[in-house]
């Protein structure tokens, strides 16, 4: 089975901090994407990182593609309330098929 | 209306109940997703369609039947489900060029319940 393991599962910080989540795998992906999921919403997908060791900047948002193409990180850098809500990685493997994360779910504290 | 709809947003069922799942895409998008959204679970891939024709079944029990008459539209027909069915049910879009990095564009789901 092909896993990706998202840490931490639950973080829950003060407006301001930087935080960062793990995104790993012991599988090889042919790209790696990171979506954001609200409450009674679907995810919007937030970055796609294809070349290993590729490093994605999206405003406050840092994402990187490890080097294997195995493991990804997305770094949050003074975070904000409305940064809240569910973060999930998702690998490629092949067409059309995403294996999805197991998510990890951030609180931001005003 | 823009991206993908989803109808209806909650559903509850009995066992014996036969109801369907409609999803709707307004991007021209050509692949069509079925995913399954579990409490304690990673995102599930169901079923893909592209260009009307299936080209995944995850291994998804029978009495889930999809149905894509059009690039447009996708349908899940349910049929005496089991309350562990009981979860989100997502449908999604991507262009459906057969790229290794196509962007999924997602409805807000259907939450159901089966009791």
């Known amino acids: 089975t092909q896993l990706l393991e998202q840490s931490p599962q639950f973080l829950s910080i003060q407006e301001g901090e930087n935080l960062t989540v793990y995104c790993n795998s012991s599988?090889?992906?042919?790209?790696l994407q990171w979506y954001r999921q609200e409450p009674g919403e679907g995810p919007v997908l937030l970055v796609t990182?294809?070349?290993?060791?590729e490093v994605k900047k999206l405003k406050r948002l840092t994402f990187q593609f490890g080097d294997a193409r195995k493991d990804s990180s997305l770094h949050i850098t003074a975070a904000q309330p409305g940064d809240t809500g569910l973060y999930l990685c998702a690998g490629g493997r092949g067409t059309y098929k995403y294996i999805f994360g197991t998510g990890t779910r951030l609180k931001v504290l005003a | 209306e823009t991206g993908v709809t989803q109808t209806p947003r909650h559903l509850v069922m009995g066992m014996t109940n036969k109801k369907s799942l409609k999803c709707e895409q307004h991007l021209g998008h050509n692949a069509m997703y079925w995913y399954k959204q579990s409490a304690k679970k990673p995102l599930e891939l169901m079923f893909v369609y592209n260009f009307k024709e299936q080209t995944e079944n995850n291994s998804v029990p029978s009495r889930f039947s999809p149905e894509c008459p059009n690039s447009s539209h996708l349908f899940l027909h349910l049929h005496t489900l089991q309350p562990e069915d009981s979860a989100l049910y997502l449908c999604?879009?991507?262009?459906?060029?057969?790229?290794?990095?196509?962007?999924?564009?997602f409805g807000s789901g259907t939450q159901l319940s089966v009791l």
């Open positions: 999604a879009s991507s262009q459906g060029q057969g790229i290794l990095n196509e962007k999924l564009f």
């Open positions: 990182v294809v070349t290993g060791g």
């Open positions: 599988s090889v992906f042919s790209s």
